[in-house]
């Protein structure tokens, strides 16, 4: 996945199209930012980051209160590599901090945009999820926690999701802790997925 985020800039190396002051987005493709809450006339931070609603299994099924932090902004002359955007730490630091002034991954000069739009995850079948838990970058934590598809079906029934996200990728423990999710109005969405909700039918709860 670091190579594919990468080839970004190759892409924009080759077409020779981006000056230092153009504003670069990185998101995965599971990650819609809202920017209807950018003045881009306005942006003076080096960096933006967009917090996005969660969402599992279906269109409509909100994890709530957990905010992911997934679509980002720089300008060109920041930018040192979509990874690097990527892999910066979600959260303002103060500037006078030793371990900022020194390091690529924090940064005080940050704007967090409060609605900032969708993150989708999951949203396939039983057998689609499973067969993508047991090949993605944590797939030994996800076979050790004894899940399997029967689980699986039995989660998506309930509507509840696989783990919990803020527990310590090696906490085992985090896979028993099934929090519910919450079903929404399709005027929560995005302006496409209402305007198009009968494209989607087979994808909203």
């Not at 020194?102 to 940050?110: D, E, I, M, T």
């Amino acid at each position: 996945e670091h190579y594919q985020r990468n080839m970004a800039e190759e892409s924009l190396k080759i077409l020779s199209e981006a000056e230092p002051e153009d504003i670069i987005l990185i998101n995965d493709i599971d990650e819609i930012p809202n920017l209807d809450e950018i003045n881009f006339n306005r942006i003076n931070k080096k960096l933006i980051f967009f917090k996005q609603k969660m969402f599992y299994y279906k269109l409509n099924l909100e994890y709530p209160n957990f905010d992911w932090i997934g679509s980002r902004i720089c300008k060109v002359k920041h930018l040192k590599s979509p990874q690097w955007l990527r892999n910066i730490k979600p959260k303002k630091y103060s500037f006078w901090r030793p371990d900022v002034l020194l390091s690529s991954k924090k940064y005080s000069n940050v704007e967090f945009i409060k609605s900032g739009g969708w993150h989708f995850t999951n949203v396939k079948t039983v057998e689609q999820i499973d067969h993508k838990m047991r090949n993605f970058l944590h797939h030994l934590e996800y076979e050790k926690s004894g899940i399997n598809i029967n689980d699986l079906k039995n989660l998506i029934d309930q509507k509840k999701i696989m783990y919990n996200h803020k527990a310590d990728k090696t906490d085992q423990n985090k896979w028993k802790n099934a929090k519910s999710l919450n079903k929404i109005s399709l005027i929560d969405l995005p302006n496409y997925v209402r305007m198009n909700s009968s494209k989607f039918k087979d994808w909203l709860d």
